[in-house]
């Protein structure tokens, strides 16, 4: 019999889960400025909340089954808790696969907005192609942002399940809940409703609260 809450751990779930729709937060607003007719830009909010339900209802069905079918002794990394064989191998081998070609585009905002950071503190070597990015600084940066990220996936690679819940509760929760509904309350200061607004404010409370006691039950956690 598996229990049906684990107060040991309860926390992960939650850093872990604000992680896994923070980038929605920031794909919203693009989304819906990209789409062409007004008409349908006013049906997006609607099926935009039934495409992030939908996801949410596959991700519970995905973990309770892979929960039940492991149990207890399923791991951080679930394809690494496949039984032996030639599927096992199989699908591990295509997940590795996924992980290597998408790195590049997860880590090219980050990296974009690093390396935008740098120019602007560092003097000017050079253009490229007449554009204004420095093609040594971005060389540079790029490389020791990689062997910072390696350095990270290897000294953290035993605590996977601390190391996203951290991310989800230090930065996910910010961009999530807090700097939001703080940008709604500045850019309709003087036209939102006041119940809007302390709504916004106790949405922004709330979001601090979770981000400081997950991150140090969190912290407290690691081992």
């Known amino acids: 019999s598996l229990p049906a809450f684990n107060p040991s751990g309860w926390f992960l779930f939650l850093g872990t889960s604000v992680l896994l729709f923070e980038g929605s937060i920031t794909l919203l607003v693009p989304l819906q400025e990209a789409v062409h007719a007004s008409a349908d830009r006013e049906r997006f909010p609607c099926l935009y909340s039934r495409v992030i339900l939908g996801i949410v209802a596959f991700y519970?069905?995905?973990?309770i089954s892979c929960w039940m079918a492991f149990g207890d002794e399923v791991r951080t990394v679930m394809?690494?808790?496949?039984?032996?064989?030639?599927l096992a191998t199989s699908v591990q081998l295509?997940?590795?696969?996924?992980?290597?070609?998408?790195?590049?585009?997860?880590?090219?905002?980050?990296?974009?907005?690093?390396?935008?950071?740098?120019e602007r503190m560092l003097p000017s070597t050079g253009k490229v192609d007449g554009g204004s990015s420095n093609s040594a600084?971005?060389?540079?940066?790029?490389?020791?942002?990689?062997?910072?990220l390696?350095?990270?996936?290897?000294?953290?690679?035993?605590?996977?399940?601390?190391?996203?819940?951290l991310m989800g509760s230090l930065l996910g929760c910010p961009l999530a809940f807090v700097i939001p509904p703080l940008i709604q309350n500045q850019l309709e200061k003087g036209?939102?409703?006041?119940?809007?607004?302390?709504?916004?404010?106790?949405?922004?409370?709330l979001g601090?609260?979770?981000?400081?006691?997950?991150?140090?039950?969190?912290?407290?956690?690691?081992?």
């Open 60 to 63: 519970a069905f995905f973990g």
């Open 79 to 86: 394809t690494t808790s496949l039984p032996l064989g030639r």
């Open 94 to 118: 295509a997940y590795s696969l996924a992980v290597v070609f998408t790195f590049p585009l997860q880590n090219f905002p980050s990296l974009e907005i690093v390396c935008v950071m740098v």
């Open 137 to 148: 600084y971005r060389s540079i940066t790029s490389t020791l942002l990689i062997f910072l």
């Open 150 to 165: 390696s350095t990270i996936a290897i000294v953290a690679m035993n605590d996977l399940d601390k190391v996203v819940s």
């Open 191 to 205: 036209q939102i409703s006041e119940t809007k607004r302390r709504v916004n404010i106790m949405v922004a409370v």
């Open 208 to 223: 601090v609260g979770a981000m400081v006691v997950s991150s140090i039950t969190t912290l407290l956690k690691w081992e």
